[in-house]
């Protein structure tokens, strides 16, 4: 868990830190030299090392993030490639569209009931079996393989065999017999939602359990000797040292289920057939993806990106606040 | 003593039903796409030699051609991993050990971009890269997009870090450029780094779907998860054991990417990693 901030540790060699090299060249350098220094750093050959690296965030991320906020302002359209077409600056046009669309409202609504679901459930399991597995000394491996695997197995790929086992005279009905939902899981209204957050907490489980694991190395020994010297049980160390002294990694569990949320597609477009029952269980990304290219729509896409992102950004922002930056 | 015995039994209980509850959907698709009848029950999890067939493995191949998808995931991965190993590293290196001006907004950057969640970026990248660029049904379309894995270089930086400055130092004083220094001192002692990297980020674009599904509409461009899914949610019902097919598709999809993760799982299962991954 170590978070380096962007500078601190190789900053060694920075401007000031190093005065016998970097500082005594710098009084004797020509005056030019000096300047090309000042405005380039004291290596400029790293400028250009990281120079395809910047020159691709900026086409891939910087310049379409700018791109989606200024095409929601506008009545967007496609248009034939190298075709020069005027587009009328709407204003806000497209986000009253969207927000009065009970549609994005139940998408988002969707995605609370993916967090409801998917949070608490990985914390609790991927917690419960880093901690049994931190003290296991034998078949360590095996599990950690088996946990891991479904992680790395295509979505695509997995969703065939779910489909399977939860179709209607699927595995998981039979198991069940008399008890199983009808309508089935995934046609069933209130059904589909849960058993796509069960796939995805499934699926991603494995790679929480690796970060609690490595979490729960950074839990000082001292303090469960001393819960059990007070007389504490297993159950109450738990509680009173594991718990508190995973809590960075908990928080990081809940940013990146926020951002699964917000990406999620994959799931409800082949789970569910596209989001269904009657948009049961459509993501805001299924809705983009239908909204802005098979209709055509892309500003209205657009803005529901911008809502979406600007979301992630407060809860990111909020988990920022409570990790407290420089420690964990 | 007898507590403590207990509790080591419960332990490896309920390690075992994890691991049973993860496994068993992968050995349930390799059973059931061999059945030639598909058998929902209990009793069809387990295989009857007289309902054994590879007819799914001949009847999805007929609807989708697998080879040419394999080809096809085969071709943007490779692209991926060669744009995150080559200019990975570079700004890697540049982050960690030279001083320039911007490094740290660059940094900065590197961490700001994997919190962005990408799909969100679909629209504006799809009006870029398929009408402007014209790179639909293109490898290079494909590619753009991940090109360069921030993770990738948040990890390469903090494996230069690790490396004692000294060597740095004492290779300028002997002389060595900076090409030199980077190319004989540094990437021979990141080569580990390197290995992890190629194979963490062999299944992000190997399992990639929702950019490729986009970008291709050419049946004889898409990867293999893109195909696999056109079947699922179009042509499947029309066939006469869909779901056998479907997951005789989803083992081929499959098996690339775990044969990897377990002959090399020590690379993805290792702490440094993580760390690099939550930078």
């Known amino acids: 868990m170590t978070v380096t901030s962007p ?29 090309r220094r000042r405005l380039l750093g004291e290596n400029p050959f790293g400028t250009l090392l990281a120079a395809p690296y910047v020159i691709f965030v900026a086409v891939v991320f910087a ?52 967090l ?23 078949a360590r491996t095996f599990f950690r393989v088996s946990y891991y695997v ?22 998981v009905n039979n198991i069940l017999g008399p008890l199983a939902p009808d309508p089935s899981w995934l046609v069933n209204a209130n059904l589909a939602m849960p058993t796509i957050a069960l796939f995805v907490t499934w699926k991603g489980l494995g790679f929480y359990i690796l970060l609690y694991l490595s979490a729960l190395q950074n839990v000082p020994n001292e303090l469960y000797e001393s819960v059990s010297m007070d007389g504490g049980g297993k159950i109450r160390a738990f509680f009173a040292v594991t718990v508190p002294g995973v809590r960075p990694a908990t928080l990081l569990v809940l ?29 805001p990304v299924l809705l983009m993806y239908q909204r802005g290219i098979e209709q055509g729509n892309p500003s209205i896409a657009a803005a529901i990106g911008v809502i979406l992102i600007i979301l992630v950004l407060i809860i990111a922002a909020i988990q920022r606040r409570l990790v407290g930056g420089e420690d964990s | 003593m007898k507590r403590a015995l207990g509790g ?14 993860f496994l068993f959907p992968f050995y349930y698709m390799v059973v059931g796409s061999f059945q030639a009848v598909l058998n929902p029950t209990v009793a069809g999890a387990f295989p009857d030699p007289a309902n054994l067939t590879v007819e ?67 629209i504006p990248l799809y009006v870029m890269i398929a009408r402007d660029f014209g790179l639909s049904d293109n490898y290079l379309g494909m590619i753009l997009p991940f090109f360069i894995s921030s993770t990738a270089v948040v990890i390469f930086r903090q494996y230069f870090l690790q490396l004692p400055r000294e060597l740095f130092d004492a290779a300028r004083i002997d002389g060595a450029g900076d090409l030199r220094v980077l190319w004989n001192i540094a990437l021979p002692l990141v080569r580990p780094a390197l290995m992890t990297v190629v194979l963490v980020s062999f299944i992000g674009p190997w399992n990639e779907f929702l950019w490729p599904f986009l970008i291709t509409k050419e049946a004889s461009m898409q990867p293999l998860a893109v195909s696999l899914a056109n ?48 930078g």
């Open chain 1, 7 to 35: 500078d601190a540790p190789s900053r060694t060699g920075g401007d000031s830190g190093r005065p016998g090299r970097g500082g005594g060249q710098e009084a004797s350098a020509p005056p030019e030299r000096r300047r």
């Open chain 1, 63 to 114: 310049y379409p993030i700018v791109f989606v906020v200024w095409m929601s302002f506008q009545d967007y359209f496609f248009a034939a490639p190298g075709a020069d077409v005027e587009r009328e600056f709407v204003g806000f046009a497209n986000y009253v569209e969207v927000l009065q669309d009970p549609a994005v409202w139940q998408s988002f609504r969707n995605v609370g009931v993916f």
């Open chain 1, 150 to 171: 479904p992680f790395v197995t295509a979505s695509v790929a997995v969703v065939a065999v779910w489909l399977f086992l939860f179709s209607k005279n699927g595995l």
């Open chain 1, 116 to 138: 409801v679901i998917n949070v608490p459930l990985t914390v609790v399991l991927s917690l419960l079996l880093a901690t049994a597995l931190n003290k296991i000394v034998h």
């Open chain 2, 56 to 122: 799914n493995y001949a009847d999805i191949n007929e609807r989708i051609n697998l080879i040419q998808g394999l080809a096809n995931s085969g071709i943007f991965t490779a692209g991926v991993l060669i744009g995150t190993v080559v200019f990975g590293v570079l700004a890697g290196y540049a982050l960690a050990i030279l001083h320039w001006r911007g490094r740290g907004t660059v940094f900065a950057l590197a961490l700001l971009v994997q919190v962005v969640p990408f799909q969100l970026l679909m």
């Open chain 2, 8 to 21: 080591k039994v419960a332990q490896y209980i309920v390690l075992s039903i994890g691991a049973i509850v």
């Open chain 1, 255 to 283: 940013l990146l289920a926020t951002i699964t949320g917000a990406n999620l597609f994959t799931e409800p477009y082949l789970l569910t057939g596209g989001g269904g029952p009657n948009g049961a269980s459509a993501s």
């Open chain 2, 231 to 278: 079947f699922i949610s179009n042509i499947a019902a029309s066939t006469a054991n869909p779901f056998g097919a479907m997951m005789a598709g989803a083992v081929v999809l499959s098996i690339p990417a775990i044969v990897l993760f377990l002959v090399t799982q020590r690379y993805f299962l290792s702490n440094d990693l993580g760390s690099g991954v939550k």
